[in-house]
């Protein structure tokens, strides 16, 4: 990987963290203007803060987690955890930053493991077929291009 990239790439850390104040704040009901409000911040900023891209300095950590209703520990968890490999982790959780995914996430685990698994296959369907559409697009430009 080239030095740009790591650069540019949020740490694992500051996604899941990101993800946990995402997922705390939904479960509230709370919008990211309100919770940027009570903060003293903007709306992209907490954006920034829930996608990993920014990190969260310790004292906005605590004023989040004042604002959320709840305490540091209980957004932090066991995020330090060692067992969790890096790179894999890093290229799993990206798709965690695709808008619907979170909420996609939290209804497929709260749904009973014998639809999980037809939720499952139907998404996994699904990609496939969009994957063959997609395939099936770019040999049709390729002719075209030839063509002319």
Not at 29 to 45: C, E, K, N
Not at 85 to 96: D, I, M
Request: neutral net charge; hydrophobic residues 40%; glycine residues 4%.
């Amino acid at each position: 990987m080239k030095e740009h990239d790591k650069e540019s790439t949020p740490n694992r850390l500051d996604v899941a963290l990101g993800l946990r104040i995402r997922q705390r704040r939904k479960s509230l009901g709370v919008s990211q203007t309100a919770l940027a409000d009570a903060i003293g911040l903007t709306f992209q900023q907490i954006q920034k803060y829930e996608r990993g891209f920014n990190r969260v300095s310790f004292s906005r950590l605590v004023d989040i987690a004042h604002a959320l209703d709840c305490r540091v520990v209980d957004l932090i968890g066991d995020l330090d955890d060692a067992s969790i490999p890096s790179p894999l982790f890093r290229q799993n959780t990206a798709h965690l930053r695709e808008s619907g995914a979170p909420e996609l996430l939290a209804a497929y685990s709260a749904a009973p493991p014998a639809l999980r698994r037809v939720i499952l296959k139907l998404v996994l369907e699904i990609a496939k077929d969009q994957q063959a559409r997609q395939s099936d697009e770019d040999l049709a430009g390729e002719d075209e291009r030839i063509a002319s």
